[in-house]
């Protein structure tokens, strides 16, 4: 893992001699190009003649987090530190490359509920697989990210593009039981994309596949029994429901992930539309360890037909549309993203399917900015996410949907400029809004464990309207011709609007508060 991270910084480091584009964007000039960023990852081919200025970041972070209000699965407060480097590298008129890399360490405290990596504080429920013990515990977690891109004009209107991906997670609970977690996640797509004056077409596909190793290293699988019930670990089936589990000690899950879509692009001296159409089906495979099996080393886990216990099948429909006006003195970016996700469980014992999750998200961000040369005189954006959710144990147990509405409002201006150095100010408000929602709970049993401190806590928290502000301050400073440096804060807070939260959980009544600093070098 040391060769391959040195061996990305060094690529990274080398775009500083690279080809330089005249009247071309220069993404780290204000936050809201970053969007931009994000959008060439999703097709590089289709921004092959957007003239983006070469750039190389490299930053140091830190983030804190103390979510007084949240759902169950999630840490109480985290701590997370990371550097990151990336970049745009124009070599030539024809080729561009882009690279990326990301090392956080994040230590949480008081995670009930849970004995995976996956957290609920950005969705809804959790993979329906999964151990937990209702004791709260320390995580420390250690995440590596690395992408490369490119994009080329190989001849007349053709164009070829391919993106790589790999994430590499280190996860561990530091109170018994103690799992150990182990995942390694590779991606790729390949584009291509024929233009025509002022339009292209492109296709594109991508295969994924991600593995994860649990090792829980302080369960005695003999003695593993309800007398000790804070620690006794279960398992959870379907969505309300805990059933028996052969495996705790070792278990292992396999996911592959096979995407392909189509794109649009149109663009001009001011103007710049594309649109991507996608359809992905991931399915993720849980493997329990060997028991008895013959001519295997009992206690290990392979990834085995023989072994496979539980599937989970995930259908994802995406369609994403981008418009950018760019003039001397005015960018307008506006992105519309409509996704449509079906999860659909399948136990292997039961020879049927136990659980059902739908999601339609429709979601808009919408930003301007007024400027006078490199100067932000006026930036806004504005955000809308419109959530459609549903879980279903399908042997009825439960039954939760909810619809909701998340709105952002941010404004920013450069307060103090000069050519060597400037001050930029952004604030803004976060918000929540159920639309509709309901919960249906009918016990299969006397063990209600679940419902009583997961689901029910989770769906007061869903169903609670939360407001609250944001701020945020960044300080450029010129160095030399070719470096500049940026130091940056920010600082968020969310309040619930009203008390019925506090009554009916334990919640106790503070707010949720973030805050995030650092500091990035440009060269």
């Known amino acids: 893992m040391n060769f391959k991270i040195l061996h990305v910084v060094s690529f990274l480091a080398c775009g500083c001699v690279s080809a330089q584009l005249h009247d071309s964007i220069f993404i780290p000039e204000n936050q809201m190009y970053y969007k931009q960023l994000n959008q060439i990852w999703e097709n590089p081919v289709q921004f092959s003649k957007q003239k983006f200025s070469d750039f190389t970041e490299t930053e140091l972070s ?14 109480e407060s985290s701590n997370e530190f990371g550097f990151k480097t990336q970049g745009i590298f124009n070599i030539s008129e024809k080729l561009r ?34 151990l937990f013990v209702p004791k709260k515990a320390n995580w420390e977690n250690q995440n590596y990210h690395i992408k490369g891109g490119i994009s080329y004009h190989l001849w007349k209107g053709l164009e070829l593009g391919a993106t790589v991906d790999y994430r590499n997670q280190n996860s561990f609970r530091k109170s018994d039981p103690r799992p150990e977690i182990n995942t390694a996640d590779y991606s790729g797509k390949i584009f291509a994309g024929y233009r025509y004056g002022n339009h292209q077409l492109s296709v594109f596909g991508g295969l994924g596949r991600k593995s994860e190793t649990y090792d829980i290293m302080a369960v005695n699988e003999f003695i593993n029994a309800p007398a000790n019930p804070e620690y006794y670990v ?14 705790y000690t070792n278990f292992s899950y396999r996911t592959v992930d096979r995407n392909f879509g189509a794109g649009y692009a149109f663009e001009n001296q001011k103007n710049f539309f594309n649109i991507n159409f996608s359809y992905s089906k991931a399915m993720q495979n849980l493997y329990g360890n060997t028991g008895e099996l013959y001519n ?53 014992a039961e020879f049927g399917q136990n659980y059902r999750m739908t999601l339609d998200r429709l979601s808009t961000a919408n930003n301007f900015l007024l400027k006078d040369g490199k100067k932000i005189k006026f930036g806004a954006v504005l955000e809308g996410v419109y959530n459609d959710f549903s879980a279903i144990d399908l042997l009825g147990i439960t039954y939760k ?32 809004f159920p639309l509709k929602e309901s919960l249906q709970y009918t016990p299969a049993s006397s063990n209600t464990l679940l419902y009583d401190h997961v689901i029910k806590n989770d769906h007061e928290f869903d169903r609670m309207s939360k407001l609250g502000p944001q701020f945020g301050l960044q300080f450029y400073q010129r160095v030399s011709a070719k470096t500049d440096l ?31 600093a650092g500091i990035s070098l440009f060269y």
């Open 62 to 75: 830190a983030v804190v987090k103390d979510l007084n209000m949240k759902r169950t699965q999630t840490a």
């Open 97 to 130: 490359l882009l690279g990326s890399f990301d090392y956080q360490f994040v230590t949480e405290k008081n995670v009930g509920y849970n004995l995976t990596n996956g957290r609920t504080e950005d969705q809804f429920v959790l993979n329906p697989n999964y």
């Open 234 to 247: 279960r398992f959870s089936n379907g969505y309300g429901r805990i059933v028996y589990f052969p495996s």
């Open 296 to 348: 295997l080393p009992t206690g290990s886990t392979y990834f085995a037909e023989s072994l496979e216990k539980m599937k989970y099948r995930l259908a994802n429909y995406k369609t994403d549309a981008n418009y950018w006006y760019k003039s001397e003195t005015a960018d307008f970016m506006s992105n519309v993203n409509f996704q449509s996700i079906t999860g659909d469980n399948y136990n292997n």
């Open 401 to 432: 949907y909810v619809t909701s509405l998340n709105l952002n409002l941010k404004f920013n201006k450069d307060i103090f400029y000069r050519e060597t150095q400037k001050v930029n100010l952004e604030m803004g408000a976060m918000s929540y």
């Open 486 to 516: 940026k130091i940056f804060t920010n600082f968020a807070a969310l309040f619930p609007l009203s008390i019925d939260l506090e009554q009916s959980t334990e919640y106790n009544g503070n707010p949720n508060l973030y805050f995030n």
